[in-house]
């Protein structure tokens, strides 16, 4: 028998087993949401009642929702706020204050719109894997000190690292792609 998840107050790090950090072992997630998947995947409940069928796909949409959250770094900040502080994150980017910041964003969106290489591409990626990379660890040393305001803090400027980590995959998809086709 498939017993129902609440979603009112889930904690996405206890229905996954993981431990509530902010960093976590992205393969043991992946890991877990493919063994819950296989229990609860409605194609793999078709034969249920039809109460069993509705129950299992309600509980299969929760088990994406969650991995899409602890997989996604800001989405899990926001999510640790939430279960720890009932704080509850706004979806659009907070602008921090520091102005250093701003401008590091600013120059590498430039680099980026200035790309003419898939090298140069994947070199701006990487140097935007390794900030954001490291904003995780401030981030996790702010949760160690449980400090929300820190936290929060971090998280805005998560946010930006992580969106620019997006923009240079991007990038590099549509250097790559222009590549292929003046080869053709």
Do not use: W
């Amino acid at each position: 028998s498939i017993v129902h998840i609440d979603e009112k107050k889930i904690d996405y790090f206890k229905l996954f087993g993981m431990p509530k950090h902010p960093k976590l072992d992205n393969e043991k997630l992946k890991e877990k949401f493919k063994q819950m998947q296989k229990v609860f995947h409605p194609d793999l409940n078709k034969t249920r009642e039809k109460g069993q069928q509705t129950v299992s796909a309600s509980n299969a949409s929760l088990i994406n929702r969650g991995y899409r959250i602890l997989s996604n770094p800001v989405e899990r900040v926001k999510h640790l706020l939430y279960i720890n502080s009932g704080l509850e994150c706004p979806d659009e980017t907070v602008v921090p204050s520091d102005t250093s910041l701003l401008m590091r964003v600013y120059e590498a969106r430039e680099m980026l719109s200035n790309c003419a290489s898939i090298e140069e591409g994947k070199s701006i990626l990487e140097t935007n894997e390794r900030n954001l990379a490291a904003e995780i660890e401030k981030v996790s040393d702010e949760f160690a000190k449980k400090n929300i305001e820190g936290l929060k803090r971090s998280l805005a400027v998560l946010q930006f690292y992580e969106k620019l980590v997006s923009e240079s995959k991007e990038v590099c998809h549509h250097l790559e792609n222009k590549g292929l086709k003046a080869k053709n």
